[in-house]
């Protein structure tokens, strides 16, 4: 027989062994797909066509809308301690043209949102090792950032909202999850979210929770902090309604901004793939807990990270492997890096170099190239002869077909281009070289490429790219209006004295070879200045190249 000793010892150590489950994360597939039973709820709405990649269940699911009128989209913020890096351009950019798809190619009526963390360990630590004054350091890098992204050609959020103006609305979300029971105050009033009252914690990394012993302040290795306790008397706090005082939480700024703007239910947020796990993961735990769901997110796209060639780890400030944003645009322009991020899934890893960005440079002027040589044959600057009609509809349908179906496959920018560029291809054999006149339904089908032009065009530009050709318009510049100056006429006039200069230098039964090499000399001197001459049978063209040589650096060629 056992004693009553011996058996309230038994029963004490397995209710003591139950009370509280110690939970640490485990990152193995087995451990996920055996503890973790959720799945991806596809939302109820309007189907769009549209398939994106879902990483937790490892394949593409359809785009479904709540509401077509509206459609949400959160994406996260700079954290403004530092200058923005080509990491932090690379993200942007592509969520940039992730949004454009949507907003001017698929017309949904797209809101979104971001937040400025303003305040942080690293914005504190680094005012402190410089002498600044934080917020004073916060609002020069934040406004820095906002240039970058101007300069790169990245639309501004509808809303922008910052930490510290938000306070209360944190401070609030953070009472209903204390409220709730799904997080707790410590001793010294830090709070902490407990993740074993989340019964989906890990879904967007794929991975699972196991027991293990607590450490000595919070009840589970896995628990994170809501609300930081005041560690020193020289860093920023607010006053806490369950006492003492602190700052926020890294996790808890973008689930109480974008709960703020969208509330129980989002269509769409994004970031960079290194924050699905823990950021991600940890906003979504927050907000299923506050608004009592199992899915806040219904679509989570994280972009691909850009890192150097040759270094396997992402471009980072801490790592010491960054390049300004600044930096990259002495060298490339804006539009170059945009077709760089283009030539890759947004998905994908960015190997940076500069071989990409010649890539990128060349596929660019290619571009160029095309509308120039439409331009100069629509223009009657190369021999105009009969094209097969029918055969160019069905191209021109076929091009607009393959398009639609890349981006409708998790925006696949890359597939995309090289549709544009294939069709190009088709187009530019057709006024270049020398053919004889279709037999089958023959036509000038002038109006056919145009089309073609035009759509390529705008896709381009969807794209975030600028226009491919100059468009005429009002002379903004004042030194320029001053004097009655409009360059791309003044550009036209040299042309036009430089063609007559090749026709009689080739005009006789001996070429004039000076003439001919004070041409070739105009040609380089315009092109040092950005404006490739493109010389044709019946004529001359021009184009604003993609990059130009600097004049101090003669030696090197622009790009063709």
């Not at 398939?51 to 949400?72: A, C, D, F, S, W």
């Not at 944190?170 to 010294?188: G, M, N, P």
């Not at 940076?352 to 290619?366: G, I, K, N, P, W």
Request: charged letters at 25%; a neutral charge; hydrophobic letters at 35%.
């Amino acid at each position: 027989m056992f004693g009553l000793r011996a058996v309230l010892r038994t029963f004490n150590g397995q209710f003591a062994s139950l009370s509280v489950r110690k939970c640490r994360r485990n990152f193995s597939e087995e451990a996920s797909h055996t503890n973790r039973p959720f799945k991806w709820r596809k939302p109820t709405g309007v189907h769009t066509g549209i398939n994106i990649y879902n990483h937790g269940m490892r394949q593409k699911v359809p785009l479904i809308l709540r509401n077509p009128q509206m459609v949400t989209w959160y994406t996260c913020g700079p954290t403004v301690y530092d200058s923005a890096h080509l990491g932090h351009a690379s993200t942007y950019v592509k969520v940039d043209i992730l949004q454009r798809i949507l907003r001017d190619y698929f017309k949904l009526n797209l809101v979104t949102a971001m937040n400025i963390t303003d305040v942080d360990d690293k914005i504190i630590k680094r005012a402190q090792l410089s002498g600044l004054d934080w917020q004073k350091m916060a609002r020069a890098y934040e406004a820095e950032f906002r240039q970058d992204m101007l300069r790169l050609n990245v639309q501004p959020p509808d809303v922008r909202s910052h930490v510290t103006t938000t306070m209360p609305i944190i401070v609030q979300f953070i009472q209903q999850l204390i409220a709730e029971k799904q997080a707790y105050v410590t001793s010294d009033k830090s709070v902490y979210f407990d993740v074993s009252k989340s019964q989906n914690y890990g879904k967007l990394q794929n991975l699972g929770l196991s027991e293990e012993k607590s450490d000595s302040v919070k009840r589970n290795t896995a628990d994170f902090a809501l609300w930081k306790a005041r560690k020193s008397g020289s860093e920023p706090t607010w006053s806490a309604p369950w006492g003492g005082e602190g700052r926020p939480g890294w996790h808890i700024e973008c689930s109480a901004i974008a709960g703020l703007f969208f509330g129980r239910q989002l269509d769409f947020h994004a970031g960079g793939l290194d924050l699905r796990f823990p950021h991600h993961e940890n906003e979504e735990a927050q907000c299923c807990a506050r608004y009592k769901t199992d899915q806040w997110v219904n679509y989570w796209l994280h972009t691909g990270q850009l890192h150097m060639v040759g270094d396997p780890q992402k471009m980072s400030k801490s790592l010491g492997n960054t390049i300004s944003v600044t930096d990259l645009l002495k060298k490339y322009s804006a539009d170059e890096f945009r077709m760089a991020c283009l030539l890759s899934n947004y998905r994908n890893a960015m190997p940076y170099s500069d071989q990409l960005m010649l890539t990128a440079r060349q596929t660019l002027q290619r571009f160029k190239n095309f509308h120039a040589d439409l331009s100069a044959y629509t223009q009657f600057l190369k021999p105009v002869h009969l094209m097969d009609e029918g055969a160019l509809k069905s191209q021109l349908a076929h091009t607009i077909t393959e398009f639609d179906n890349c981006l409708r496959d998790d925006f696949d920018t890359a597939r995309a281009i090289g549709v544009l560029m294939d069709q190009m291809s088709s187009i530019s054999r057709c006024i270049n070289e020398q053919q004889v006149d279709a037999q089958e339904e023959p036509a000038y089908c002038m109006d056919l490429l145009l089309a073609t032009g035009n759509f390529i065009n705008r896709a381009i530009v969807t794209f975030g790219i600028s226009e491919l050709l100059e468009r005429e318009s009002v002379q903004e510049d004042v030194s320029s209006s001053e004097h009655g100056i409009d360059p791309s006429l003044l550009v036209d006039d040299v042309i036009s004295v430089r063609r007559r200069m090749r026709e009689n230098a080739t005009s006789g039964d001996v070429k004039n070879t000076q003439l001919l090499a004070a041409c070739d000399e105009l040609r380089s001197l315009l092109q040092q200045h950005g404006i490739q001459v493109r010389d044709h049978k019946q004529g001359s063209s021009w184009v604003f190249a993609v990059s130009c040589q600097k004049p101090d650096d003669k030696s090197k060629s622009s790009a063709e």
